[in-house]
């Protein structure tokens, strides 16, 4: 049964929404910015999945060594 919790959305949009920007004056650099944002977002969110993973494997470590 599907949940009646909408569905969360992603600032970045969907390529088939129908709208067109209006042009930029300088259009490279507002885009990069923007890009530059986005990937510094995401850098950051993979550091913490990944800090997370390993935290998760310490713990498993010290489970699988609390047994034997």
Same mark, same amino acid.
């Given at each position: 049964?599907?949940?009646?919790?909408? @569905?969360? *959305? *992603? *600032?970045? $949009?969907?390529?088939?929404?129908?709208?067109?920007?209006?042009? &930029?004056? +300088?259009?490279?650099?507002? +885009?990069?910015?923007?890009?530059?944002?986005? &990937?510094?977002?995401? @850098? @950051?969110?993979?550091? /913490?999945?990944?800090?997370? @993973?390993?935290? $998760?494997?310490? /713990?498993? &470590?010290?489970?699988? $060594?609390?047994?034997?």
């Amino acid at each position: 049964m599907p949940s009646p919790r909408p @569905l969360p *959305s *992603s *600032s970045r $949009g969907t390529r088939n929404s129908g709208r067109r920007r209006p042009p &930029l004056q +300088n259009p490279s650099r507002p +885009n990069e910015a923007r890009w530059r944002r986005e &990937l510094d977002a995401d @850098l @950051l969110a993979m550091g /913490r999945v990944w800090q997370m @993973l390993r935290n $998760g494997a310490v /713990r498993m &470590l010290g489970e699988i $060594g609390r047994q034997y």
